[in-house]
């Protein structure tokens, strides 16, 4: 899987923040450190790095951990040996960790636009509605075009939810604790009849061939890589703002 902190975006902090740097005098054969800029004198350019660094860090953890997840859930059904809950208990565990940090990447992603464009929200004025109306974002056709694609992945439909989207999922998950999930019901009931040696199903076969899980890991696998290819246009875009704004502020 892409490992968003190996993107040009993390190397753009990285050489932003850095201070001081050797070179090699061959006149001495010595190695001299010299000042690149400092950040005293331009406290601007200091804090602009920061901020979106912080928040460009963030997004690439939250993508880590909903990597992290896919692979939990694919050992899912090898995890039951290790705790005293069911294999489908574990299952609707990962999949609902699966589904808050997939809609909190566009929300992290909000916040990255704000602090690269530099539009100025804070505390309690960073909110989805005023950086999705802003007209630096929604006068870029480039910009917008890739939130849209981002926030059309968080409003799709997930399969076995009733046509629910994974949105609103996750805010029943945040207010209720709760996710419905047809396949993960139907893992659940046979596990309930295993144990007490109850009449199969036909479908139970299926199940017996871990279909179930494996067409939920598909899915969200498929989910995911679409996400962070999304993210990876997006920081493509933001970094040359980012390199050119911080050098801006340094000067």
């Known amino acids: 899987m892409k490992k968003i902190t190996e993107h040009k975006?993390?190397?753009?902090?990285?050489g932003g923040i850095m201070t001081e740097a050797e070179i090699y005098n061959r006149d001495t054969n010595e190695v001299e450190k010299i000042e690149l800029w400092n950040p005293e004198a331009k406290p601007a350019a200091w804090n602009y790095l920061e901020r979106a660094g912080s928040?460009?860090?963030?997004?690439a953890s939250t993508i880590d951990e909903l990597q992290m997840t896919i692979s939990f859930i694919k050992e899912s059904s090898k995890l039951e040996s290790l705790t005293d809950k069911r294999g489908s208990e574990i299952l609707k565990y990962m999949v609902k960790n699966?589904?808050?940090r997939y809609v909190s990447i566009y929300e992290i992603s909000l916040c990255l636009i704000n602090e690269v464009l530099d539009l100025g929200y804070t505390g309690r004025t960073i909110t989805k509605g005023n950086i999705e109306s802003n007209r630096h974002v929604v006068e870029n056709d480039q910009l917008e075009k890739i939130r849209r694609r981002i926030y059309n992945l968080v409003t799709m439909k997930l399969s076995g939810t009733e046509k629910k989207t994974i949105e609103s999922l996750n805010n029943k998950i945040k207010h209720l604790g709760q996710l419905s999930h047809n396949s993960i019901s139907d893992l659940s009931l046979y596990?309930?009849?295993?144990?007490?040696s109850l009449y199969k199903d036909k479908s139970d076969f299926e199940i017996d061939k871990g279909l179930l899980r494996n067409n939920i890991?598909?899915?969200?696998v498929e989910l995911t890589e679409k996400m962070v290819d999304s993210i990876i246009e997006l920081l493509d875009f933001l970094n040359i703002i980012y390199e050119s704004k911080s050098s801006e502020l340094k000067t």
């Open 191 to 196: 596990e309930l009849r295993k144990t007490w």
């Open 9 to 14: 975006f993390a190397m753009t902090f990285e």
């Open 217 to 220: 890991t598909k899915e969200l």
């Open 98 to 100: 699966w589904i808050t």
């Open 55 to 59: 928040v460009f860090f963030n997004l």
